[in-house]
């Protein structure tokens, strides 16, 4: 296919300027959202205009047109689900007496290691299908359910052999949780030798009362410079551990989850270039905390949204569903909201030049909706994507839209 012309659009979302690598949530306003046409050339995103040379022309009458979604916070590829576990949190239940009884992220490794790569890739692939037809077009892969050096070894080989419509990129979060035999200390000595032999884009760290501490961040960060990859940190999700600051001042590409952000970290960390990446999935399903994001945004922060899918806290694969979450509980308009999960998130990455955006000689990862941008979060957990374009080709179209491919796929 040499040629897709996409035309009649009621709304094509763009940013501001061209060759941004982020835009500060603070003047998400200034993305453009209106009619026109897109045309791609190849795997590329050509211009603007329509092309009546085009192979393939699609009729957007009535649709918004955006960049593919970027999740750039997601615990794929991993075995099994924990639905026993939310019944137990929903009715009651401390989560300390549900890791008394097995379950937690000991329960996911315990899964992942009983799973044969054949279901593990099986299970990653079908939910890997579930995000592209809700319009993720680019995600991210993580280690984490592993709890041994083999096995976390094992869950990058398997990230990297994925082998999604979407383009992917892992994450090594080989510092998750301490496995049983070690302490925190010694198993970052594990940790030090999985980041400098393991093939992962980025290093990642649990900073938490029940995993690691600020200490072990800075460890890792020395690990992310010596490797030359970014650094990333789930961060104050269940208390203020100060890890924000810790993180910002050395040099930290995203903190993660936010819940429980101290006050005084807010405004250093908005005039950062580290990006607040919040998972509001895991605040609903987990009644935890909501995080500061309306004054993130308002302070000029980087802002993200992921799905944070993994079994037990954020079984959410569709990014419609956490942008519905974001603009209700945290008070953000649509721009806010579709910036945090396209060039903001792109960012993260390291995918700003190829991603999160459409622009000339970018990608040509699109999507269609049938019905206005504001329909996202104002229509909650319905999907509104009928075509998805990955590289400049069709990788999925809802059925009752076919027509407007004009024969294609």
């Known amino acids: 296919m040499s040629g897709v012309s996409i035309e009649g659009a009621a709304e094509v979302l763009r940013p501001p300027a061209d060759a941004l690598p982020y835009l500060r949530s603070d003047r998400a306003d200034e993305l453009v959202l209106e009619g026109g046409a897109v045309a791609l050339d190849g795997d590329r995103v050509a211009g603007f205009e329509p092309d009546a040379t085009a192979t393939l022309r699609v009729d957007a009458s009535g649709c918004t047109v955006l960049p593919g979604f970027v999740d750039c916070h997601t615990h794929l590829p991993f075995a099994g689900w924990r639905a026993e576990e939310y019944e137990l949190k929903v009715t009651g239940v401390p989560y300390e007496e549900i890791a008394r009884r097995g379950g937690g992220i000991a329960s996911s490794a315990a899964a992942f290691g009983r799973a044969s790569d054949a279901d593990v890739l099986a299970q990653a692939r079908r939910l890997a299908g ?10 991210e892969c993580k280690t984490g359910y592993g709890l041994s050096v083999f096995a976390e070894r094992r869950a ?12 992917t990129t892992v994450t090594g979060l080989f510092a998750h949780a301490v496995p049983d035999g070690y302490t925190a200390d010694a198993w970052m000595d594990e940790v030090e030798a999985l980041a400098t032999s393991v093939d992962v884009d980025a290093l990642d760290i649990y900073v938490e009362t029940v995993a690691f ?57 908005a005039r950062s270039e580290t990006a607040a990446v919040l ?5 609903f399903l987990g009644a935890e905390h909501v995080a500061p ?90 999907n509104p994507v009928c ?23």
């Open 279 to 283: 998972l509001p999935g895991a605040e």
């Open 213 to 269: 501490a600020n200490e072990h961040l800075v460890r890792l960060a020395a690990m992310a410079q010596a490797t030359g990859r970014p650094l990333r940190a789930h961060v104050e999700q269940f208390a203020a551990n100060r890890s924000v600051p810790v993180a910002v001042g050395l040099g930290a590409r995203s903190v993660d989850h936010l819940a429980c952000l101290h006050p005084e970290d807010l405004d250093p960390l």
């Open 130 to 139: 579930e995000m592209l037809a809700s319009g993720t077009t680019t995600l």
């Open 293 to 382: 994001a309306r004054d993130l945004a308002d302070a000029g922060a980087i802002c993200v949204l992921g799905s944070d899918l993994n079994p037990g806290t954020s079984p959410v694969a569709a990014m419609p569903t956490v942008i519905g979450l974001a603009v209700r509980r945290y008070g953000w308009s649509v721009r806010e909201a579709l910036l945090a999960c396209t060039l903001n998130a792109a960012f993260v990455l390291g995918l700003s030049a190829e991603a999160g955006s459409l622009e000339p000689g970018k990608r040509a990862d699109v999507i269609l909706l049938d019905s206005p941008a504001a329909h996202l979060p104002y229509r909650f957990a319905r």
């Open 387 to 409: 075509a998805v374009f990955v590289a400049g080709r069709p990788a999925w179209v809802r059925p009752d839209s076919a027509w407007r491919l004009d024969g294609a796929v």
């Open 156 to 167: 990058a080989r398997l990230a990297r052999e994925l082998d999604a419509a979407q383009a």
